[in-house]
């Protein structure tokens, strides 16, 4: 139920912050994301005036919050083109875009693979719920590569077994900094999320869910190198927050503390992560497959800038 309006005065001591970031540090009660909700569609004004989530606030600013309830989401089919890797009467492997969201959320009801996925087969499985339809795990928005999808609630089940008994098997290819020394290595550190900046997960606390990371170095560049990562668990930003931990970020993450710019190089519009190959069980008859995405057409140029 909508409530009445919320009035605040920003102090100089959040001057700078964002402004959806300054809204949950005052009302705790609201999550971010429904926060940000609020400021997208126009139920939060600063000084009179929309602003986006992203806006640095400013000592003396009146903000007005007008809570209200969150529009319902809905995974309507549209159509947007979609790569099949492979298909058969269980399973669709998609080769996922980097920037396309998995399934709608907080901010997000449309342009999602789940969307497109609707317009293209129409009935997949409902195990995971109206909203993520077929959906058995996700990559992250900037991720590119493969992605499997349930055809039927019987494949659901049985992939999502694979998952939960570490059968099935994610290989990922990644562009990190500077020169990593081994050629091969194990990282096992616990991930919680990040308790000062809660849009970043950590490996720097005692607490948190177990996670390893297996790589393998393919190639040295001056100042970068290129790894195939294998994963035993799908921790939310596992790769990315375990290559930074040992001074590795992968290149173009912003968020776990890669540069923006790269002195000779263009920009990079994503990060360098890729789901290059997965290996599983097909859900009725057992039958192996490895399915493998060739790395995106963008992450090739970018590569062949360093040669």
């Known amino acids: 139920m909508a409530g009445a309006p919320l009035k605040i005065e920003l102090t100089p001591q959040e001057a700078g912050k964002r402004l959806d970031l300054v809204l ?23 000084n009179g005036e929309r602003r986006r989530a992203s806006y640095p606030a400013r000592s003396g600013d009146a903000v007005i919050v007008e809570p209200a309830d969150l529009a319902p989401l809905n995974a309507a089919p549209e159509e947007i083109p979609l790569t099949i890797l492979y298909e058969d009467e269980d399973v669709v ?39 993520r339809p077929g959906i058995v795990h996700r990559l992250d928005r900037y991720t590119s590569g493969v992605l499997l999808v349930a055809k039927n609630d019987a494949a659901h089940q049985r992939l999502a077994e694979q998952f ?14 500077s020169r990593v020394k081994q050629d091969r290595a194990r990282i096992e550190k616990p991930i919680a999320r990040d308790p000062k900046q809660r849009v970043r997960m950590t490996a720097r606390l005692a607490s948190g869910r177990a996670a390893w990371s297996e790589y393998r170095v393919l190639r040295r560049f001056e100042g970068f190198t290129l790894l195939e990562v ?50 599983f069980a097909q859900p009725s008859t057992g039958q192996p497959f490895t399915i493998e995405s060739p790395l995106a057409p963008e992450l090739v140029a970018w590569l062949e800038q360093l040669t």
Do not use: C
Not at 26 to 43: T, V
Not at 164 to 177: D, F, G, M, N, W
């Open 24 to 46: 949950h540090q005052r009302f705790p009660q609201f999550s971010r994301a429904r926060l940000q909700d609020w400021i997208k569609s126009g139920h939060v004004l600063v």
């Open 93 to 131: 492997a998609i080769d996922k875009p980097a920037g396309m969201v998995v399934h709608a959320g907080a901010g997000i009801h449309s342009g999602t693979l789940v969307n497109a996925l609707l317009h293209r087969f129409g009935s997949l499985s409902r195990t995971a719920g109206e909203l």
């Open 164 to 177: 939960a008994s570490r059968q099935v098997e994610k290989t990922y290819l990644a562009l990190v900094h």
């Open 230 to 279: 294998r994963i035993g668990t799908g921790r939310t930003h596992q790769i990315r927050v375990h290559l930074a931990s040992i001074g590795h970020p992968v290149v173009g993450d912003r968020l776990y503390g890669a540069p923006a710019k790269i002195a000779g190089q263009p920009t990079l519009p994503r990060y360098f992560l890729h789901a290059h190959r997965i290996k």
